[in-house]
């Protein structure tokens, strides 16, 4: 997601999370858009206010690609008012533009990421994490026994999935490695990009 839009729903965030009702339209068209993974309406959904739903809601839709924000605008149609003000602000808003995509420095890319930035990693990921982790090379076996330690939470099993590659690879298990699998498996190289942020 572009910058300028990620800061736009960061500005708004509690202003929009009492506005809306994520789950009657904004959800399902989401998902009907490829934005959402399956776990992340279930995650969305099991969350006990609508309030609640919604703030699950703005924290997934920055990690979800380029195209999430304008999907997200065209999800408002119940809600022309809360669209029309946030396209108000982008238009007097001064940002750069969509074309400064900031790839991260060598010195980030080279490191080993922490704990802490395999957390946020591993929250992040949907159903992507099983993908992710067999292109960074762990074995069939080895995501078998993450995916029966951790049953209930798939945050879980991928951290633990993402610990035993650095454990493994150990100095190689690099930034510029794990960006290299995210992209193959689809994620978007803006969600590393938050992690790191």
Known sequence: ?????????????????????????????LYQEN??????????????????????????LPSRGPRAFDSFLRSLEEFRWVRDQLLLELQTRPGPSSTDVCRPP???LQKVPSDRELSRLASRLGAEWESVLMDLGLSAEALFRCRSDHSLSTQG???????????????????ERLLRSLTAAGVHPAVLEDVLM
């Open 1 to 29: 997601m572009d910058p300028v839009h990620r800061a736009l729903l960061r500005t708004h965030r509690l202003q929009l999370s009492g506005q809306l009702l994520v789950s009657d339209s904004i959800v399902p068209f």
């Open 35 to 60: 934005i959402l993974t399956e776990a992340q309406v279930e995650d969305i959904e099991s969350q006990p206010t609508n309030r609640q739903k919604s703030l699950k809601l703005l924290d997934i």
């Open 106 to 108: 060598d010195s980030v």
């Open 157 to 175: 099993a991928a951290l633990a999935g993402l610990v035993r590659w650095r454990r493994s690879e150990g100095k190689k298990a690099t930034v």
